[in-house]
Each structure stands twice: as C-alpha cells, then as structure tokens.
C-alpha cells in the first residue's frame, strides 16, 4: 500500500509519467518492428513528445524536493503533454474523418524536422506512414487514439503534481 501512495505523490506522478513515456516509446518501436507498421509524420511527433516527457521527467524529479521548481517543471510538462494531446487528436480526427489524406497540403516546418530527424536516426524517428492510415487497432482503437489516452492522462498527472501541496 505505501508504493500506491507514493504513485500519487507530485514527485511519483513525475517519475510514473517519465516511465510510462519511455515504455510507449519503446512499445512503438516494438510494434513497428514486429508488425511491420510504418510511423507518419504525426505518430513521430508524438514520439519525440513522450522522449522530450521522459527527458523532463528525469529533470524535474531530480529538482522536485523543492517546492517552486517541482511546480515549474510539472507545468511545463503539462505544456509537453497538452501538446501531445493536441496532435493524437488531430491525427485521430483524420483517421476517423479525413480518410486518404496527408497530414498536411504542403510540408510544414515539423514535417521538414521529422523527415530530418528521420534522416539522422531512421530506425527511431523515419516517417513513412500515412497519417490517415490506422494501421493497426487494439481493443477497437488506433495507436493513435491510445496517445490521445496517455498524453490525456499524463496532462492529468501533471496538473496534479503541479497543484498537490506535499
């Protein structure tokens, strides 16, 4: 029982955010290799989100015995999280809506940098994919609407890290 109690602990929230951003990374990895799914431009923004979430995590755990930066770090891990929900959404909404469609008419600056990063460490960030495309569903739903979970539940987290008084 104390383990549970710690989970819900601003610093506990953090670390469990980090852990579980690192595992959906590497589940995605796994899920990709095992099933041959190709990662569009949104799904690698997503996974540079739950790396950049992992690498704050560790930040913000390290800083939060003290009471101002453990607030400061959960809020911009919150922004980070926020952020994620806001692009699982849109690629759920053209999954579901937009059927056949890019992600976008025209390559946008994110699309540059995820063909770029794609191009430094393909087996990590290379986007071939089609953000319409579900590819693969689990219980009914796309990866891409299992972010939406996790960025949804980890902005939950945060914003009770970031209000918790202990």
Same mark, same amino acid.
């Given at each position: 029982?104390?383990?549970?109690?710690?989970?819900?602990?601003?610093? *506990? &929230?953090?670390?469990?955010?980090?852990?579980?951003?690192?595992?959906?990374?590497? *589940?995605? %990895?796994?899920?990709?290799?095992?099933?041959?799914?190709?990662?569009?431009?949104?799904?690698?923004?997503?996974?540079? &989100?739950?790396? &950049?979430?992992?690498?704050?995590?560790?930040?913000?755990?390290?800083?939060? *015995?003290?009471?101002?930066?453990?607030?400061?770090?959960?809020?911009?891990?919150?922004?980070?999280?926020?952020?994620?929900?806001?692009?699982?959404?849109?690629?759920?909404? %053209?999954?579901?809506?937009? /059927? *056949?469609?890019?992600?976008?008419?025209?390559?946008?600056?994110?699309?540059?940098?995820?063909?770029?990063?794609?191009?430094?460490?393909?087996?990590?960030?290379?986007?071939?994919?089609?953000?319409?495309?579900?590819?693969? /569903?689990?219980?009914?739903?796309?990866?891409?609407?299992?972010?939406?979970?996790?960025?949804?539940?980890?902005?939950?987290?945060? %914003?009770?890290?970031?209000?918790? /008084?202990?």
């Amino acid at each position: 029982m104390p383990l549970l109690r710690l989970l819900f602990t601003p610093r *506990g &929230l953090i670390a469990g955010t980090g852990v579980v951003a690192v595992a959906l990374v590497g *589940g995605g %990895l796994i899920l990709a290799s095992t099933m041959n799914l190709a990662a569009c431009p949104l799904c690698i923004l997503q996974r540079m &989100l739950y790396l &950049l979430l992992t690498l704050e995590s560790i930040a913000v755990w390290i800083l939060a *015995g003290a009471h101002l930066p453990r607030r400061l770090g959960a809020l911009v891990m919150a922004g980070t999280a926020l952020t994620g929900v806001w692009i699982a959404a849109y690629q759920t909404w %053209l999954q579901r809506f937009a /059927k *056949g469609v890019s992600c976008t008419a025209d390559q946008p600056w994110w699309e540059a940098f995820v063909n770029w990063a794609g191009s430094q460490w393909p087996l990590m960030f290379e986007a071939s994919g089609l953000c319409s495309e579900a590819g693969w /569903k689990f219980l009914g739903l796309s990866i891409a609407e299992w972010s939406l979970i996790a960025f949804t539940s980890m902005t939950i987290a945060m %914003l009770v890290a970031l209000f918790r /008084k202990n």
